[in-house]
């Protein structure tokens, strides 16, 4: 197992790019494992034999519980990488702007080699839109499609920044946004404003995002079981490090902690199982009403979480961040008239940003403690 820190920084990006070139290009043995800045191997065991057939490990977020090492083969991630430029119109340049240790940056690492164009990295650092701008003019230069792949809160930031940001991420033929749910008022932003922003769904396990627009990349297969979105296909992954047993793989499939519909062939997805807020015997999906308070003027971003209530159990509450202050209450008669009295948060509060557990991912039990604390 090769184990590479990667600091965010072109060099460390040149050494992912080398070492999964090996492994999907040269067919060389050898396993690499990409983390961040302060990340530990240890609890991935690099001294014990790698699983067969393991060309990457990736550590997933943690945002369901503790950290688990996923297996990914070199033909899954071959197959996630060509089915994406078979979905995007053709192989073409690529800016990585988000962290190259998380399998969206790997993704991106993997579809330029696969493309043999040239890397544009963006630097290491708070995200902004002249360091994007600057970043971009590498990819915007080339001939043949030009892609990025963002998280929600660097397509907003971008969109409220105007100028010259607006206008390179409107030069890109496709920007995926992933990592988490993305608001739709956001993405009839970016679309009036002429960006062609594709939405991805999907995770780790199965080689970064496989359903694109709702729909699922060519060899994908989606369905519902007990209102549960189960994944399958040649970009799954082939188990969890060290967890030979684990149920979330079984007979090709890999059963997420996802709610979905699936209707036409178009995958709808509606939050997480584990998040439902229990309040008063009434069930309340936090995906729901983060949609509508997103939904409403000078609401950029949304976490709604339960909070622990001695009358009802749990109670519903929120954390917000908004372009300017904003008064609550239209918020709250917002989530009433469109889901009921029990889906009404109570408190809602604003913050500058919301808490961070991997790209694009909010820490939902950081906003626990935040909520609690006031």
Same mark, same amino acid.
């Given at each position: 197992?090769?184990?590479?820190?990667?600091?965010? *920084?072109?060099? +460390?990006?040149?050494?992912?790019?080398?070492?999964?070139?090996?492994?999907?290009?040269?067919?060389?043995?050898?396993?690499?494992?990409?983390?961040?800045?302060?990340?530990?191997?240890?609890?991935?065991?690099?001294?014990?034999?790698?699983?067969?057939?393991?060309?990457?490990?990736?550590?997933?977020?943690?945002?369901?519980?503790?950290?688990? *090492?996923?297996?990914? +083969?070199?033909?899954?991630?071959?197959?996630?990488?060509?089915?994406?430029?078979?979905?995007?119109? *053709?192989?073409?340049?690529?800016?990585?702007?988000?962290?190259?240790?998380?399998?969206?940056?790997?993704?991106?690492?993997?579809?330029?080699?696969?493309?043999?164009?040239?890397?544009?990295?963006?630097?290491? *650092?708070?995200?902004?839109?002249?360091?994007?701008?600057?970043?971009?003019?590498?990819?915007?230069?080339?001939?043949?499609?030009?892609?990025?792949?963002?998280?929600?809160?660097?397509?907003?930031?971008?969109?409220?920044?105007?100028?010259?940001?607006?206008?390179?991420?409107?030069?890109?033929?496709?920007?995926?946004?992933?990592?988490?749910?993305?608001?739709?008022?956001t993405l009839a932003r970016a679309r009036e404003a002429g960006v062609a922003v594709v939405t991805t769904y999907g995770m780790s396990e199965t080689a970064g995002g496989c359903v694109y627009d709702g729909r699922p990349l060519d060899g994908v297969q989606v369905r519902i079981?007990?209102?549960?979105?189960?994944?399958?296909?040649?970009?799954?992954?082939?188990?969890?490090?060290?967890?030979?047993?684990?149920?979330?793989?079984?007979?090709?499939?890999?059963?997420? +902690?996802?709610?979905?519909?699936?209707?036409?062939?178009?995958?709808?997805?509606?939050?997480?199982?584990?998040?439902?807020?229990?309040?008063?015997?009434?069930?309340? +999906?936090?995906?729901?009403?983060?949609?509508?308070?997103?939904?409403?003027?000078?609401?950029?971003?949304?976490?709604?979480?339960?909070?622990?209530?001695?009358?009802?159990?749990?109670?519903?509450?929120?954390?917000?961040?908004?372009?300017?202050?904003?008064?609550?209450?239209?918020?709250?008669?917002?989530?009433?008239?469109?889901?009921?009295?029990?889906?009404?948060?109570?408190?809602?509060?604003?913050?500058?940003?919301?808490?961070?557990?991997?790209?694009?991912?909010?820490?939902?039990?950081?906003?626990?403690?935040?909520?609690?604390?006031?």
């Amino acid at each position: 197992m090769r184990t590479l820190v990667l600091d965010g *920084g072109p060099g +460390s990006v040149r050494a992912l790019a080398d070492a999964l070139r090996a492994a999907l290009l040269d067919a060389a043995p050898g396993t690499v494992l990409p983390l961040g800045p302060g990340e530990s191997d240890a609890d991935l065991r690099p001294d014990l034999p790698v699983e067969p057939g393991t060309a990457l490990i990736v550590r997933t977020s943690g945002s369901t519980g503790a950290p688990k *090492g996923v297996l990914l +083969s070199a033909t899954a991630l071959r197959a996630s990488a060509e089915a994406t430029h078979r979905r995007l119109g *053709g192989a073409g340049t690529w800016l990585l702007a988000v962290p190259a240790h998380h399998i969206a940056g790997v993704q991106v690492v993997v579809r330029s080699l696969l493309a043999g164009t040239p890397l544009a990295v963006l630097p290491a *650092g708070g995200f902004r839109g002249r360091p994007f701008v600057e970043a971009a003019a590498d990819v915007l230069t080339a001939t043949g499609p030009r892609y990025t792949a963002l998280v929600p809160t660097q397509l907003t930031r971008l969109l409220t920044e105007g100028g010259d940001a607006l206008a390179a991420l409107r030069a890109f033929d496709a920007v995926l946004v992933g990592g988490a749910a993305t608001a739709p008022t956001t993405l009839a932003r970016a679309r009036e404003a002429g960006v062609a922003v594709v939405t991805t769904y999907g995770m780790s396990e199965t080689a970064g995002g496989c359903v694109y627009d709702g729909r699922p990349l060519d060899g994908v297969q989606v369905r519902i079981t007990d209102d549960r979105v189960e994944l399958g296909g040649p970009t799954l992954a082939h188990g969890y490090r060290l967890d030979p047993e684990s149920p979330d793989f079984a007979c090709g499939w890999f059963r997420t +902690s996802d709610l979905g519909t699936l209707t036409d062939g178009v995958l709808a997805v509606h939050g997480r199982a584990d998040d439902v807020i229990n309040t008063g015997g009434e069930k309340v +999906s936090p995906a729901a009403v983060e949609r509508v308070l997103t939904a409403q003027p000078g609401v950029v971003e949304a976490c709604v979480v339960g909070l622990p209530d001695p009358e009802w159990g749990q109670r519903v509450a929120a954390a917000v961040v908004t372009t300017a202050p904003i008064p609550l209450a239209p918020l709250t008669d917002a989530v009433r008239a469109e889901l009921g009295a029990p889906a009404v948060p109570r408190p809602i509060r604003v913050f500058p940003t919301l808490p961070q557990r991997g790209p694009g991912k909010v820490d939902r039990a950081a906003v626990v403690t935040l909520l609690a604390r006031d």
